[in-house]
């Protein structure tokens, strides 16, 4: 009986700390049939490893994966060398991991039908993010917004916030769909991320996200691509009631006429109003 008890107590002690830790997640991604990774993505991997090592993150596991372009052996092969790039990387940067999973190529076809095949050439780092007990708050959202990798972007946002304030403009951001369609293209995620750390930091602010097409008269594709990154903010922790979207078609341009690639690059955007409660 004694032996029963405190193992229900030591179940009962961990399941407590464990609820005091958040889990989050952490993606880089590769360029077609490659295992290692393209510029982009390694400064972006140790831009990571920087705040793991400032705010004593703790790393659970890493999962990699490939798309379902080529045969499920080599598939197989390329996601286990992506796990090895991975494994090296952080072993130099004197940081162990005990759980590492190769995946091999994405099999839920229920979920690829609607995502990019860019969107599964990727590794994926599970890590936890501790409470500060004093005020029931997560310490990364503090850390986060100033660490070099987001400052930057999060000051852009709020010059943003000021000129929007006198002048009710918008700001453009580096959101990018896939064609024709209202799905983010993996590159977006930082700009999702950058916004949502400024609107977690000035609480009392509220966006107006507004989609736009190019080309040619597209309501309701300009609604959805609006909607999604509204979607991406309140999942990640925005309350709604800080945020509307709506889609504008193709009736406000910002290239006028619209000739070049460019041209419709420009008008083909998401952007964002600011404005303080």
Do not use: W
Not at 48 to 56: G, L, Y
Not at 116 to 125: E, L, M
């Amino acid at each position: 009986m004694r032996n029963v008890l405190l193992v229900g107590f030591f179940i009962t002690v961990s399941s407590y700390f464990i609820s005091q830790e958040i889990e989050k997640s952490f993606v880089v991604y590769f360029n077609t049939n490659k295992h290692v990774l393209n510029e982009k993505s390694q400064k972006k991997l140790e831009a990571f490893v920087k705040e793991v090592k400032v705010n004593n993150y703790v790393i659970h596991a890493i999962d990699t994966y490939c798309d379902t372009v080529g045969s499920i052996d080599f598939n197989i092969v390329l996601s286990d060398k992506r796990l090895a790039t991975m494994n090296t990387f952080f072993s130099q940067n004197n940081i162990l991991i005990a759980v590492k999973n190769s995946n091999g190529e994405v099999k839920n076809e229920a979920i690829k039908q609607n995502m990019a095949n860019s969107a599964y050439r990727k590794a994926v780092i599970s890590y936890s993010l501790p409470i500060d007990n004093k005020d029931n708050t997560l310490k990364s959202e503090v850390i986060q917004e100033n660490t070099p990798t987001k400052v930057a972007e999060i000051d852009r946002f709020e010059k943003a916030l000021l000129h929007s304030e006198k002048e009710n403009e918008a700001i453009v951001l580096d959101i990018q769909f896939v064609g024709g369609k209202a799905i983010l293209l993996p590159e977006s995620e930082p700009e999702v991320e950058s916004l949502y750390l400024f609107l977690a930091r000035n609480k009392e602010v509220t966006a107006l996200i507004r989609g736009h097409v190019c080309c040619h008269s597209d309501p309701i594709l300009a609604v959805e691509r609006a909607k999604k990154v509204y979607s991406s903010l309140i999942e990640k922790g925005i309350p709604q009631e800080r945020l509307t979207f709506k889609g504008y078609d193709n009736t406000m341009p910002i290239a006028v006429p619209e000739i070049t690639p460019e041209d419709q690059q420009r008008n083909r955007r998401v952007d964002v109003i600011f404005t303080r409660k």
